[in-house]
C-alpha cells in the first residue's frame, strides 16, 4: 500500500527530508533547546517572511560572534543569492563546499541555495564528500539518492540505493534500485533495455515475490510496469490473478480495467469482450469502453469463434449481432424508461449510432431492427439537443462515418422541422432556454457541414444580423447566472463572429472587422468569464496591432502554470511586434521564471514519487519535463530576451558589455537540440464550427512550426554572432573559447566566420514567397515574423555590419596580413547607408498610400512590425558599431600621437577610419530620419478608419454601439501611443548611442 511507504518516510528512525523552501528549514524538528537552532532562528524567520536584506544582517552579525559557523555562512549565501548577488553567493558556498559540511542543516541549506543557482551537480558532491566522512549515515544516504534523481544519474541512484539496502534492509530503498534500473532502461537504446536492463529489474523484482518480501501495493504496480514494457502481457496477468493481487488497492475499477486492457494485448477476445461489457455495466457512459467492446466483438465475429460447452464468463460473450444488438439495445431501453427528471446517459444511444453503422457497413439485413442513421440522429438530437454537447456528438458520428451531400441536407430539413416554426415555415424566436440550445445545435451544425460557404456576402451579413438578435434575446434565459457563468447564448454571438470574419477575409471590407470587435466586446460585457470571447478578442487585437488591449485580455484570463507554454504564443510575438517591449519583458521574463521552476518542481516530484512509491508516475514526469525543456516556445522565449536585452538595456559600451557577458553565450556551441524540438501550441482551444477549417488548421500549424524553427535559427545565429564578435575585443575571452579541431586551434575569428557563413546560408535556404502570409482561419497561429524581416533586409544588414567588424579586427591582428580589401571599404562607405535607407523609404511605402494618409486599420500591425524590425536591427547593428570601435581604438590612439616620426604597429589607413566615421554618420542620419517617421504616425490617424466608419451603413445593429464603439477606439488609441512612445525612447538612446562612438 502506499501508506507502508507514507509511514516509512515518516517514521523517526528514517526520516528523510526534502526541503523545497526556507519555511520549510524553518520548520524542521530540531529540538527547541539547542543552541544552533536559537541563533539561527533569526535567520530562519526573516527568510521566510522575504526579507533578505535583514537575514544578511543576522547572519553577518552571528558570523562576527562565530565566524565558522557553517550553517550561517550558507545562509547569508541564501540570502545573497535572493538580493540578486550570486557571485558573492557562490564564493561563500564554495568556501563551505570545501570544508565537507556533515550536519543536517548546513547541507539542506546548501541544497536550496544550489537548486535556486540551477547547480544540481554541486548537491550531489557536497552529500558525497558526507558520506564519505560516514558512509554508514542512513539519512545522508538518502539524501545522496536524491541528489542522483536530480541529475537524472540513474547507475548512481542504483548503486546508492543497493547501499542503503544493504545498510538498512528496507524494501523501499531496495525498490529504488529497481526503479532506477527501468529508469536506465528507458533512457537506453531498446536493443539493451529489452535484453539486459529490463530482464534484470524482473529478476530482482522476482526474488522479493519468491522470498515474500513484497509488502506494498507500489512493488506490485513496480512489477507490472517491468512485465508490461518487455510486452510480457500473459506474466503481468498472472500477475492480477494471483495472491499479489491483494496487494493492489480497489480505486476507479483499476483491477478490472487492467485486466481488460492486458486481454485486448493478448488477443484474448472473448475474455476481452466479457470484461469490457462488464466495465459498461458499471459505467454505461465511458466511450473508452464501448470502443473496445465493438473491437472485440468484430475480431470474435470475424474469426467465427464460438463458445464452448464449458465456457463460463460472467458476463457471456457477446460473439454475433444479435447478442450485440441485445445488450445495446438493454442499455437504451433503460435510459429510455429514465423518469423525466432523471439525468440521461448519452454513451448507449451513442453506441447504438456505432452499432447500425457496423451493419450497415456489412450490409446486415439485422440493420432494420434498429432502425435508420436518420431515425437514430433524430432521437438523440430530440433527447439531447437542448445540451450543448449534442452538436459534438452528431459532429463525432458524422465524420466517423461517411454521408453524402444528399443525406446531410436531408438531416438538417429534419432537425429544422423539429424546431419551433411559425406559419410561414420560419423560425421563431424561442420561449425557453432548452429551444434556444436545440436552435443553437441546428445552427452549429450547418454551418460545419458547409450550409453557409455559398453564400453570398448580403445572405452572410442578414445570417449574421439573425444571429446577434437570438443572442440579445437569449440573454433574457441568463439574468440569474453567476458573473463567472457563461451566457447561454454566447454561442450566438461567437458564431456570428465566424462568420463575420470569414465575409472579412473574402471582401476585406474594414467595417466587418469594427462590427466584430463590438459584437464581441458587447458579449464580454454580458459574460464576463468567458473565455472564448477573450481568445477571439485578443485575435483581433493582435490582427490590428493593439497588442497592449491583448496582453489586458489575456491578464484576465490569468493563465498559470502549463498555460505560459501552451497558450503563450498568442501574446509574446504580437506584444513584441507592435513595440510593447516593457510589458514584453515581463511577460518574457515571468514565461523564462516558469520554464526554469518547471524544472525544479518536476524535480521535487520525481523525489516525491520515490518517497511515496508512485513509481508509475515517474516515466511520465520526466517524458513531461523533457518535452517543456524541448519546446519550441522556450528556446523562442529566451532567445526573444536576449534580443530585447540588446534593444533596452545597450545604451553605452559598459552596458553593452554587461549585458553580453551576463548572456554567457557560447559562440561555438549550439545548444539547441533541434531534432527534439515539439510544438506545444494549443490551437484547439478555439472554438470553431467550419470544417473546411478543421484540416486547413492542422496544416498550417506544421508549416508554422517549420517556420519557427527557421526563425529561431536566424535568432539563434544571430545571438551566437554577436557574442562572438563581442569576444574578439577579450583576448582572455578569446582564448577561452578557442577549441582544437582536428588538431588545429579554432579562434574566435574563425567561428564568427563560420557563424556568418551560417546564416548567411540559412536564409538564402528559405523561400519568403511560401511563407504563411495569413491571420485566417482565425485558430491558425497566423503568419511569423519571417516575411517581413528577410523582404527588409534586416538580416542582410546585421550581416554586412557583422562582416566588417571581423574585417577590422582581422587588419590588426594581422590575420589577412593586413591588406585593404576594397569590398568591405566600399560596405563601410556606403553599403550602411544604403541598406538604412531602404528600411526607411520601406517603412514610408508601407505606411501611407499616394495620398500620405494610412489606408487600413488592419495595416497598423504592419506598420508597427516594420517599425519594431527597424530598431532591432539598428540596435543590433550598433552594438557592432561598438565592436568595431572598441576594435580600432588602439590603433586610433596611436595614429593621433603626435611626436613620432615613424608610426609603428599601425596597419589601418586615414581612409578606414573615415569609411568606420561614415557608418556612424549615417546611422545618425537613418535615426534622425526614423525620428520623423515617429513623429508623423500620431496615433490618432491610426485610428482614422474607427472614426469614420458609420454604423448605420450596415445591415448589423449591435445594443449601445456607440458606447461600445468609444471604449474600443479608446483601447486601440491607448494602445498606439504605448508603441510609438516605446520606440521615441527607444531610438533617442540609441541616437545618444552612436554619438558617444563618435572620434
Not at 450485440?324 to 433503460?334: A, G
Not at 510544438?679 to 478543421?694: A, E, L, P, Q, T
Request: charged letters at 25%; aromatic letters at 8%.
Amino acid at each position: 500500500m502506499k501508506s507502508h511507504y507514507h509511514l516509512f518516510f515518516h517514521s523517526a528512525s528514517t526520516h528523510v527530508t526534502v526541503m523545497t523552501s526556507s519555511s520549510n528549514m524553518a520548520a524542521r524538528g530540531v529540538v527547541d533547546t539547542s543552541v544552533n537552532e536559537r541563533r539561527l532562528r533569526p535567520i530562519y524567520d526573516s527568510l521566510d517572511n522575504g526579507n533578505n536584506k535583514k537575514a544578511l544582517q543576522e547572519a553577518d552579525k552571528l558570523l562576527k560572534k562565530l565566524k565558522d559557523f557553517l550553517c550561517a555562512k550558507v545562509l547569508k549565501a541564501l540570502a545573497l543569492i535572493r538580493l540578486g548577488r550570486q557571485e558573492e553567493s557562490l564564493a561563500t558556498l564554495s568556501e563551505v563546499h570545501q570544508e565537507g559540511p556533515m550536519d543536517d542543516a548546513t547541507l539542506q541549506a546548501m541544497t536550496i541555495c544550489y537548486r535556486e543557482l540551477h547547480k544540481p551537480e554541486l548537491i550531489a558532491d557536497a552529500y558525497e564528500t558526507a558520506v564519505k566522512k560516514d558512509p554508514h549515515n542512513e539519512e545522508l544516504l538518502s539524501h545522496l539518492f536524491m541528489a542522483y534523481v536530480r541529475l537524472e544519474d540513474y547507475q548512481k541512484q542504483k548503486q546508492t540505493a543497493m547501499t542503503l539496502y544493504r545498510l538498512k534492509p528496507k524494501n523501499p530503498y531496495y525498490f529504488w534500485a529497481v526503479m532506477s534500473i527501468v529508469m536506465q532502461a528507458k533512457d537506453s537504446d531498446e536493443k539493451l533495455a529489452k535484453s539486459t536492463l529490463l530482464p534484470l529489474a524482473e529478476r530482482m523484482t522476482d526474488k522479493f515475490i519468491q522470498e515474500d518480501k513484497i509488502e506494498a501495493e507500489a512493488e506490485v504496480q513496480l512489477y507490472l510496469m517491468i512485465l508490461e514494457d518487455q510486452e510480457k502481457y500473459k506474466e503481468a496477468l498472472e500477475v492480477l490473478e494471483g495472491p499479489l493481487k491483494e496487494k493492489l488497492v480497489v480505486f476507479l475499477d483499476f483491477l478490472p480495467r487492467k485486466k481488460a486492457e492486458l486481454f485486448t494485448k493478448l488477443k484474448m477476445w472473448p475474455e476481452a469482450n466479457s470484461a469490457y461489457k462488464n466495465l459498461i455495466l458499471a459505467s454505461p457512459d465511458q466511450w473508452s469502453f464501448y470502443k473496445e467492446y465493438f473491437k472485440s466483438f468484430i475480431e470474435l465475429l470475424d474469426s467465427d469463434w464460438k463458445p464452448k460447452e464449458d465456457s463460463n464468463f460472467e458476463p457471456p460473450v457477446d460473439y454475433t449481432f444479435d447478442k450485440v444488438i441485445e445488450f445495446i439495445s438493454s442499455l437504451v431501453k433503460k435510459e429510455d424508461e429514465k423518469s423525466n427528471s432523471s439525468r440521461l446517459l448519452r454513451g448507449p444511444y451513442l453506441a447504438q449510432m456505432e452499432l447500425l453503422w457496423m451493419l450497415l457497413e456489412r450490409k446486415n439485413a439485422l440493420s432494420n431492427n434498429i432502425g435508420t442513421p436518420f431515425d437514430l440522429l433524430m432521437k438523440y438530437f430530440e433527447k439531447f439537443g437542448n445540451k450543448p454537447g449534442c452538436f459534438l456528438d452528431i459532429v463525432h458520428v458524422i465524420e466517423s462515418h461517411s454521408m453524402s451531400d444528399q443525406q446531410i441536407d436531408e438531416l438538417l430539413e429534419k432537425i429544422r422541422l423539429s424546431l419551433e416554426v411559425n406559419e410561414d415555415g420560419k423560425l421563431i424566436l424561442p420561449s425557453d432556454s432548452r429551444q434556444m440550445q436545440r436552435h443553437l445545435c441546428y445552427i452549429q451544425l450547418k454551418h460545419w457541414l458547409g450550409g453557409h460557404d455559398q453564400f453570398l456576402p448580403h445572405q452572410r451579413l442578414h445570417l449574421a444580423k439573425d444571429l446577434l438578435e437570438r443572442y440579445y434575446h437569449g440573454l433574457q434565459f441568463g439574468k440569474s447566472l453567476l458573473s463567472t457563468e457563461f451566457q447561454l447564448s454566447d454561442n450566438y454571438c461567437l458564431l456570428a463572429a465566424q462568420l463575420l470574419l470569414e465575409l472579412w477575409e473574402k471582401t476585406n471590407d474594414e467595417r466587418l472587422l469594427i462590427h466584430i470587435l463590438l459584437g464581441l466586446e458587447m458579449a464580454l460585457k454580458s459574460s464576463p468569464s468567458n473565455f472564448q470571447l477573450k481568445l477571439l478578442l485578443i485575435k483581433f487585437y493582435n490582427i490590428i496591432g493593439a497588442a497592449g488591449e491583448s496582453e489586458s485580455l489575456c491578464e484576465s484570463l490569468d493563465m498559470k502554470h502549463i498555460q505560459h507554454e501552451t497558450l503563450g504564443y498568442l501574446i509574446t510575438q504580437p506584444l513584441l511586434t507592435a513595440a510593447h517591449f516593457t510589458q514584453s519583458s515581463n511577460i518574457l521574463g515571468n514565461t523564462l521564471r516558469f520554464f526554469a521552476g518547471n524544472h525544479k518542481d518536476t524535480i521535487d516530484y520525481l523525489i516525491s514519487c520515490y518517497k511515496f512509491g508512485s513509481f508509475t508516475k515517474i516515466p511520465e514526469i520526466v517524458s513531461f519535463r523533457e518535452r517543456l525543456n524541448n519546446s519550441i516556445h522556450y528556446a523562442n522565449v529566451a532567445v526573444e530576451r536576449m534580443i530585447l536585452d540588446f534593444i533596452l538595456e545597450t545604451k553605452c559600451h559598459k552596458d553593452t558589455e554587461k549585458v553580453i557577458t551576463y548572456m554567457e553565450i557560447d559562440p561555438e556551441k549550439d545548444k539547441t537540440a533541434w531534432e527534439k524540438l515539439t510544438d506545444n501550441r494549443d490551437m484547439n482551444v478555439f472554438r470553431s464550427w467550419s470544417r473546411s477549417h478543421k484540416k486547413l488548421v492542422q496544416e498550417l500549424r506544421e508549416k508554422s512550426f517549420n517556420e519557427e524553427i527557421n526563425w529561431l535559427k536566424i535568432r539563434n545565429l544571430t545571438i551566437r554572432m554577436m557574442a562572438a564578435a563581442f569576444y574578439l575585443t577579450k583576448s582572455s575571452s578569446s582564448s577561452n573559447h578557442n577549441d582544437l579541431t582536428n588538431g588545429e586551434k579554432r579562434g574566435m575569428s574563425d567561428i564568427l566566420q563560420e557563424l556568418l557563413t551560417s546564416l548567411r546560408e540559412h536564409i538564402s535556404n528559405i523561400n519568403v514567397q511560401k511563407l504563411i502570409n495569413s491571420h485566417f482561419p482565425l485558430q491558425s497561429p497566423g503568419p511569423s515574423r519571417l516575411p517581413r524581416y528577410l523582404q527588409g533586409g534586416h538580416a542582410s544588414v546585421i550581416l554586412i555590419m557583422a562582416e566588417i567588424t571581423l574585417y577590422l579586427h582581422t587588419l590588426i591582428d594581422g590575420s589577412n596580413s593586413g591588406q585593404i580589401n576594397e569590398k568591405f571599404e566600399i560596405q563601410m562607405k556606403t553599403g550602411i547607408s544604403e541598406n538604412f535607407q531602404k528600411m526607411i523609404q520601406r517603412i514610408k511605402d508601407i505606411s501611407a498610400n499616394e495620398d500620405g494618409e494610412f489606408t487600413q486599420l488592419s495595416q497598423s500591425k504592419y506598420i508597427l512590425e516594420e517599425l519594431v524590425n527597424f530598431v532591432e536591427t539598428l540596435s543590433l547593428c550598433i552594438v557592432l558599431v561598438d565592436i568595431s570601435h572598441t576594435i580600432l581604438k588602439p590603433s586610433k590612439s596611436a595614429l593621433m600621437k603626435k611626436g613620432k616620426k615613424k608610426k609603428e604597429n599601425i596597419i589601418i589607413g586615414p581612409e578606414t577610419f573615415q569609411h568606420f566615421r561614415e557608418i556612424i554618420n549615417n546611422i545618425e542620419q537613418a535615426i534622425v530620419q526614423y525620428q520623423e517617421i515617429l513623429k508623423n504616425l500620431d496615433s490618432s490617424l491610426l485610428v482614422s478608419q474607427l472614426k469614420s466608419l458609420s454604423l448605420t451603413e450596415s445591415e448589423l445593429s449591435i445594443e449601445d454601439s456607440q458606447e461600445i464603439a468609444q471604449g474600443v477606439k479608446d483601447k486601440i488609441e491607448k494602445s498606439y501611443k504605448v508603441s510609438l512612445k516605446e520606440l521615441e525612447d527607444v531610438v533617442q538612446n540609441k541616437l545618444k548611442y552612436i554619438q558617444s562612438l563618435k572620434w
